[in-house]
């Protein structure tokens, strides 16, 4: 699932008119509507301060607004890129400077969406997935088997502790799960200690495997 992990900010200028698209990640219908008010606070001088927002797992709450502006040129547009990426648990809002030249209900279309992507291209995007941590009990015997299995799935290690035995904690996508253990119990002879321990987020950020 992909989501705002670090929001951000984009301006494009069409006509004279000046579009700023602010991103931000948000949880709630609440925390939404605090940051939709942040902006128009901000930008109190702007004559439009448009916003969208979706939240949940599913897109379970969807809103938007045009601020103003003709009916489904501004608030829905940008809802539709935010929809169009299945990006979840975020918000936007576009503000802007009118600029003297009217652009027509297609170009404000144009514009509050092309705006919305500058933003999102601006924002720091991750695609969250959901899994469990695996502790693994082996012998030295089975240490290079289950190393290759991992490897096959390109899945990382996350800790390993040396005693009279190896112990490996992994981290496994959900969708993983039932396959890697089954491997697992095959290669080793069911000799591997597995222990699934409780369900999380993760994601790759900048290289780097993070717990959410």
């Not at 608030?75 to 890129?81: A, H, I, K, Y």
């Not at 720091?124 to 799935?153: A, H």
């Not at 969708?175 to 119990?185: S, T």
Request: proline share 2%; hydrophobic share 40%; charged share 25%.
């Amino acid at each position: 699932m992909k989501i705002v992990y670090e929001g951000g900010e984009a301006e494009i200028v069409e006509k004279k008119s000046r579009f700023i698209a602010t991103v931000r990640p948000v949880h709630s219908e609440e925390e939404a509507a605090a940051f939709v008010a942040e902006m128009k606070k901000k930008y109190w001088d702007a004559r439009h301060n448009c916003s969208a927002f979706t939240i949940g797992d599913h897109h379970d709450t969807s809103r938007c607004s045009d601020d103003g502006e003709p009916s489904q040129t501004a608030g829905r547009p940008m809802l539709d890129v935010l929809l169009k990426e299945d990006i979840h648990n975020a918000a936007v809002v576009v503000t802007r400077y009118f600029g003297g030249t009217l652009l027509g209900t297609g170009g404000l279309v144009r514009a509050y969406q092309k705006a919305t992507q500058e933003g999102l291209q601006a924002s720091q995007v991750i695609d969250r997935k959901k899994g469990r941590k695996l502790l693994i009990g082996t012998d030295y015997t089975g240490m290079g088997k289950i190393q290759y299995l991992l490897g096959q799935r390109g899945l990382q290690i996350l800790d390993t502790v040396y005693t009279e035995k190896v112990e490996l904690s992994v981290l496994v996508p959900t969708e993983q799960m039932e396959e890697l253990e089954k491997a697992i119990v095959e290669a080793t002879n069911a000799t591997a200690q597995l222990s699934w321990e409780e369900e999380l987020f993760f994601a790759t950020i900048e290289k780097k495997l993070q717990i959410l």
